[in-house]
Structures are given as structure tokens and as C-alpha cells.
């Protein structure tokens, strides 16, 4: 039993599209729908951008969205801006009893080049 | 507006003990479960706890499961931690969260509080 594999950096250009993988087994991505995301600043509160696999909390800009297919979820930003640059966390619902309900990914650093 | 500031985070030797509260507001804090989550210096985000809206449930990542103990006075819309037997491993930011519904998330974060196990 471990944490969600993300890769560790994904980097591209202003106005480029990049998209962060996320990737579990059948008892937490694959089994539920209960996949969500955060944006990460160092120093700062982590900010919920995705939950439910696809949806965005008021004031999200809708240049991120997510997606799930099988076992692993996404995350797509689109027109990418100097302020994307942080650390990304994906985290599901985990029927792990070992893990507790929930499990987070290993985090990707999103640079803006 | 929602706020969530932690505090009582700190310097520790090992085998110690500390507790964490983190303080609510802007929200029904009875109407949601709450859940402490930690950051291990450059490492990932890692759920620590959580507990229902009415703390007649908890629940403990294995790595605490018997050190740490969660509650909450809903009167006092305050969220505790309760950490004794503390590790060199226990080192980290430790966020108070707030749980969207029926374990679908984090909507609401604190800011964080310090705390370092260390001789």
C-alpha cells in the first residue's frame, strides 16, 4: 500500500497546455469517483482546484480540469500562466484500510519555463 | 469567509508529546468532518487523522495509529491533535483541513503549524 504515483515534474512554456497523471489501483482512483486535486505554494495553504474527478470549486479559473480512465486520473492545464507554477497533489478515497479514507498522490512540480 | 489557523506546534524531544488545535470560523463547524493532514520536509502531503461532524468516528493513517488522537468541541469550533510517543519521523508542517462531504475532499485548508521532533 503506497501513495498515488505522480510525476515528480512537468514543465512547459506560457500559453502551453500540460497535463499531470495520477495514478492508483481499483480500490481508490479506479474504484471511486472520488478523486480531487490541489494546487500548492510553498508556505501556503494547499487550494482544492478539482474533486469528484472533474469538477472545479467556484473562483477555479477553468483552465484546469480533470479526468479519470481507469485507474489513473489527470490533470489538464490549459494556457498556462506564470502564477501555475507550484506543486500539484492528486488524492482519492482509499477503500485501503491500512491507508485510512484517504490517500494523496506523490505530487508533481509544475514550472513554468 | 473561512479561516482554519492552527497553533501549538513546536519544538519536541522524542518520546514527547504536543497538541495541535486549529480554530475555525466562517462556516457551521458541527455540519463537517475535519481531517489533520502533514507535509515531512520535502516530502508529499500526507493524511495524518480525521473525524466526523459529531466525532463519533475517527480515524488514523497506520503511521500514528495509537500515538495520535483526534477530536473536536464543536462548541468552541475547535479541531484538536493529540500527539504523544513523537518520532524524528512526526517533523512536519501539520495542516488542519475541512472536509467537502462524505470523503470527497479537502475544500478548506489552514496555513500550517511547525512541528520538529528533534534531541
Known amino acids: 500500500q503506497s501513495a498515488l504515483t505522480q510525476p515528480a515534474s512537468v514543465s512547459g512554456s506560457p500559453g502551453q497546455s500540460i497535463t499531470i497523471s495520477c495514478t492508483g489501483t481499483?480500490?481508490?482512483?479506479?474504484?471511486?469517483?472520488?478523486v480531487s486535486w490541489y494546487q500548492h505554494h510553498p508556505g501556503k495553504a494547499p487550494k482544492l482546484m478539482i474533486y469528484?474527478?472533474?469538477n472545479r470549486p467556484s473562483g477555479v479559473s477553468n483552465r484546469f480540469s480533470g479526468s479519470k480512465s481507469g485507474n489513473t486520473a489527470s490533470l489538464t492545464i490549459s494556457g498556462l500562466q506564470a502564477e501555475d507554477e507550484a506543486d500539484y497533489y492528486c488524492?482519492?478515497?482509499?477503500?485501503?484500510?491500512?491507508?485510512?479514507?484517504?490517500?494523496f498522490g506523490t505530487g508533481t512540480k509544475v514550472t513554468v519555463l | 469567509e473561512v479561516q482554519l489557523v492552527e497553533s501549538g506546534g513546536g519544538l519536541v524531544q522524542p518520546g514527547g508529546s504536543l497538541r495541535l488545535s486549529c480554530a475555525a470560523s466562517?462556516?457551521?463547524?458541527?455540519?463537517?468532518?475535519m481531517s489533520w493532514v502533514r507535509q515531512a520536509p520535502g516530502k508529499g502531503l500526507e493524511w495524518v487523522s480525521g473525524?466526523?461532524?459529531?466525532?463519533?468516528?475517527?480515524y488514523y493513517a497506520d503511521s500514528v495509529k495509537g500515538r495520535f488522537t483526534i477530536s473536536r468541541d464543536n462548541s468552541k469550533n475547535t479541531l484538536y491533535l493529540q500527539m504523544n510517543s513523537l518520532r524524528a519521523e512526526d517533523t512536519a508542517v501539520y495542516y488542519c483541513?475541512?472536509?467537502?462531504?462524505?470523503?470527497?475532499?479537502?475544500?478548506?485548508w489552514g496555513q500550517g503549524t511547525l512541528v520538529t521532533v528533534s534531541s
Open positions: 466562517g462556516f457551521t463547524f458541527s455540519n463537517y468532518a
Open positions: 481499483s480500490s481508490d482512483v479506479g474504484g471511486f469517483n472520488f
Open positions: 483541513a475541512k472536509d467537502l462531504s462524505a470523503a470527497r475532499g479537502f475544500d478548506f
Open positions: 473525524i466526523s461532524n459529531s466525532a463519533d468516528s475517527t
Open positions: 469528484d474527478v472533474t
Open positions: 488524492s482519492s478515497y482509499t477503500s485501503s484500510s491500512t491507508l485510512g479514507p484517504y490517500v
